[in-house]
C-alpha cells in the first residue's frame, strides 16, 4: 500500500502533536485527574474536524469523538494520566521538577497525542479517498489505576466497533499475542476500638491487628492458588502510634490471574482472610471494592496487521543527540548491569508471545470487540516499567519520534482494515471463537460510582 498520505499528514502537523505531547508532560495530572490534557486533545479533535463529546459515560475527563459514517468502525484508545511521585526534569539523572510530584512515567502524554495524531490521519484517509468508514477516538482516563476503561464499558462504550487498536510507548516496535492479566482492587478497612496501649489494653480490639492478621492468612493462601496469580499489598493506614490500640487500619490489595475466573475466585478467597480476621481481633470489616479488569485477550488478525505495517513503514530516524541522551539514562537506570547495550531498540522486534504479569484496562476492550496493542520505540532500552526515565523520554524530542511512529503504524494498519473488508470479518471470526459464547461481563459492579476529578 502507499502510505505517502498518511506520513505528509502526520509529518505536516508533527509541530503541534509535539507541542501538544510537551504541554501534557509539563502538566502531569493523575487518574480522573486528567482535566486540561482531556480538554486539549478535545480541542485539537474540533480543529480537526471531528464530532467531539468531552465527558460522556458519566465521566468529566473522558472523550468520544467520530468522524466518518458507515462500517467499518475503527476505535482508537487514547490515554492521558500520569503517575503519583515520577516527576522529572528534561535531565538524564534523577531530577525532579517537583520533588514526589507527578510525572508521565508510562509516557500517556504520548500515548494521547500518538492516538489523536493516528485519528486525524484516518480521517484524512476517509475523507480523501471518499472511503465508507467511521473513526471513533476515545479519550479513555484513569489507565494507571486499572479501571478507566472498566467503568466506561460498563456504561456502554466500545461495543458500536467492528475493531480497535491500541497504541502504547515503548523501549522497542513491536506487538505481542501474548496474555496479560487481569485484577480485581480492593480496599479492607477495619474498625475496632481505641484504648490506652499501656493502661487498658484488654478494652481495646485493633484495627491494626485484623488488617496484619489478614495479610498472615493471605500470604499463607498463596501456597494454595495456581501458578502465575499474583497477590500483593500496601497498608493504607495503619494506626498513629505504638501506645494508642488503633481503631481504624486499612490495606489495599490487588489480586492478578491470566483469566477472569482466577481472578474472582482467588478474590473470593482473599475476602475470606479478611472476614476471618475480622472476627478473631472482634472488629468490623468493610470491603471498598475499587473496580477490576480483564485479562488481555490480543487479536492476532490486527496484531498481525500493526507487525507487517510496521515493517513497511520509514523507520524512526533517531539524531545523534536522542542516542546520548538515552545512553545516559540507559548508564544512571537501575536496570544497567554494567554491560553495554544500544541505546535504543531500533527496527521491528519479531511478535512476542509470551504471558506478562502485568495489567492493562485494554483487556476489557479486547473481550468486547476484536482489538490488539502495540508499542514503538520512545524510550531508552532500560527505561524500565513506571519510572523517572520514561518520563525524561516523554518530554524529549526522543520520545517524541517514537510517539509520530506510532501515529503512523495506527493510520497506515487502519486503512488496510478500511480497504478490506474479508480481514475486519478474520478478525471478528477470530474474536468469536476465542470468546466461545462468552459475553463481556464487567468486573464493576453498577453500584459503584465513578471516581470524578478532585478540584
Ligand atoms: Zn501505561
Not at 382 to 404: E, Q, R
Request: charged share 20%.
Amino acid at each position: 500500500m502507499d502510505y505517502s498520505r498518511i506520513i505528509k499528514v502526520i509529518d505536516d502537523n508533527t509541530p503541534e502533536f509535539n507541542d501538544l505531547a510537551k504541554k501534557i508532560y509539563e502538566n502531569p495530572e493523575l487518574a480522573y485527574n486528567e482535566v486540561k490534557a482531556c480538554a486539549w486533545l478535545a480541542e485539537s479533535l474540533k480543529k480537526h474536524g471531528f464530532d467531539v463529546e468531552v465527558g460522556p459515560y458519566g465521566m468529566p475527563t473522558a472523550i468520544r469523538a467520530t468522524w466518518g459514517k458507515g462500517h467499518p468502525i475503527i476505535g482508537v484508545l487514547a490515554e492521558y494520566d500520569a503517575l503519583p511521585g515520577l516527576s522529572q526534569k528534561q535531565n538524564s539523572a534523577f531530577d525532579p521538577v517537583v520533588p514526589g510530584g507527578p510525572g508521565h512515567g508510562c509516557g500517556h502524554n504520548m500515548l494521547g497525542v500518538a492516538t489523536l495524531a493516528g485519528a486525524i490521519a484516518m480521517k484524512d484517509d476517509l475523507e480523501q479517498n471518499g472511503l465508507e468508514g467511521t473513526v471513533v477516538f476515545y479519550g479513555c482516563p484513569a489507565e494507571e489505576v486499572l479501571t478507566g476503561k472498566t467503568f466506561m464499558a460498563r456504561e456502554g462504550a466500545f461495543k458500536e466497533l467492528d475493531l480497535a487498536i491500541a497504541f502504547h510507548p515503548g523501549a522497542g516496535n513491536g506487538t505481542g499475542v501474548g496474555v496479560m492479566t487481569g485484577l480485581n482492587s480492593a480496599i479492607f478497612h477495619f474498625k475496632g476500638k481505641t484504648a490506652h496501649a499501656g493502661g487498658n489494653p484488654w478494652q481495646g480490639r485493633s484495627a491494626l491487628d485484623a488488617a496484619e492478621i489478614m495479610s498472615v492468612g493471605a500470604n499463607y493462601l498463596r501456597e494454595h492458588i495456581k501458578d502465575g496469580i499474583r497477590i500483593h499489598y500496601s497498608y493504607k493506614e495503619a494506626g498513629t502510634a505504638p501506645n494508642i490500640v488503633p481503631d481504624r487500619a486499612s490495606v489495599w490489595y490487588y489480586v492478578r490471574a491470566f483469566t477472569r475466573d482466577d481472578v474472582e475466585d482467588t478474590y473470593k478467597r482473599l475476602v475470606k482472610c479478611a472476614e476471618g480476621a475480622a472476627h478473631m481481633t472482634e472488629t468490623q470489616l468493610e470491603v471498598e471494592f475499587l473496580g477490576g479488569c480483564y485479562d488481555t485477550m490480543p487479536n492476532k488478525v490486527i496484531a498481525h496487521t500493526i507487525y507487517d505495517t510496521m515493517k513497511e513503514l520509514p523507520p524512526i530516524e533517531f539524531s545523534d543527540e536522542d542516542k546520548k541522551f538515552a545512553d545516559e539514562l540507559n548508564h544512571n537506570s537501575h536496570l544497567f548491569t554494567g554491560q553495554e547495550v544500544p541505546p535504543i531498540m531500533e527496527g521491528i522486534q519479531p511478535i512476542r508471545d509470551e504471558r506478562g504479569s502485568g495489567s492493562t484496562d485494554v483487556g476489557d476492550v479486547q473481550h468486547i470487540v476484536p482489538c490488539a496493542m502495540y508499542n514503538t520505540a520512545c524510550e531508552n532500552t532500560l527505561a524500565g516499567g513506571h519510572t523517572w526515565l520514561i518520563t525524561a523520554c516523554s518530554g524529549n524530542p526522543l520520545g517524541w519520534k517514537g510517539m509520530i511512529f506510532g501515529a503512523k503504524v495506527m493510520a497506515a494498519s487502519a486503512a488496510k482494515f478500511y480497504r478490506d473488508p474479508e480481514l475486519v470479518k478474520a478478525a471478528k471470526k477470530e474474536f468469536d471463537e476465542a470468546m466461545a459464547g462468552k459475553t463481556y461481563n464487567c468486573p464493576i459492579p453498577k453500584d459503584i460510582p465513578i471516581p470524578q476529578p478532585q478540584k
